[in-house]
Every structure is written in C-alpha cells, then in structure tokens.
C-alpha cells in the first residue's frame, strides 16, 4: 500500500530554518518525481519544489535561492530545507509523487501524504 508521511514541521520565528521530511513506501521510489506542495486554508494546493526521478530538480520563485529539495533513494526519502523562513511560508506543506513525471499542477499527482504543518511568526 502506498505511503506517504511527512515529519518536521513547527512553528518558527522568521529568518528561521526547518527540515522536512517525506518517507515512502509501498512503490519504486527511484522511479517516481516527489515534489512538495503547500497550502493555506481556503486556497489552492501550491507547488514549491520537486526532484524529479530523471535527477532535475524545480523550485517555485518563492522558494528559490531559500529551499533545497534533495531525496535519498536508499532511505525512500525525499527532504525540504528551507531556510530563512518568512510569515508567508506559512503554511500545510504536502509530499507528493509521480511515476516518470515533471509538473507543477498538484492535481497530476496520485500519491500524497497527510501533511505537516509549519508556521512562521514575526
């Protein structure tokens, strides 16, 4: 059965940094894109990173030159460090994969974990 969990959110002061962490199981995980998303309540689900299975990665205009995303085949890990954290970060942050894919639109996406949560205050 496929899984996704992420682990890592919190709440930080801005300027801040937090890792996040999404472990796989239950599909090829070197096959797939895992991308990150985010979402505020009341809005649409948002893309901010994804390292994609060809070993490219993307990063929305916010996230660039803050957040790196990496993935640990070995471990089925996908990871999101995001630095110098602003209030507008703030936000429901979503692991999510794709077999052989690149996009930005979180509805191509098949498998999602449940979230975490990370808030950034002033």
């Known amino acids: 059965q496929v899984q996704l969990v992420e682990s890592g959110g919190g709440l930080v002061q801005a300027g801040k940094s937090l890792r996040l962490s999404c472990e796989a199981s239950g599909f090829t995980f070197s096959r797939h894109s895992m991308v990150w998303f985010r979402q505020v309540s009341g809005k649409e689900r948002e893309f901010v990173a994804g390292?994609?299975?060809?070993?490219?990665?993307a990063y929305s205009d916010s996230a660039k030159g803050r957040f790196t995303i990496s993935r640990d085949n070995a471990e089925d890990t996908v990871y999101l460090q995001m630095n110098n954290l602003k209030p507008e970060d703030t936000a429901t942050y979503y692991c999510?994969?794709?077999?052989?894919?690149?996009?930005?639109?979180?509805?191509?996406?098949?498998?999602w974990g449940q979230g975490t949560q990370v808030t950034v205050s002033s």
């Open positions: 390292a994609w299975s060809s070993g490219g990665t």
């Open positions: 999510a994969a794709r077999p052989g894919f690149q996009g930005r639109s979180w509805y191509d996406y098949p498998y």
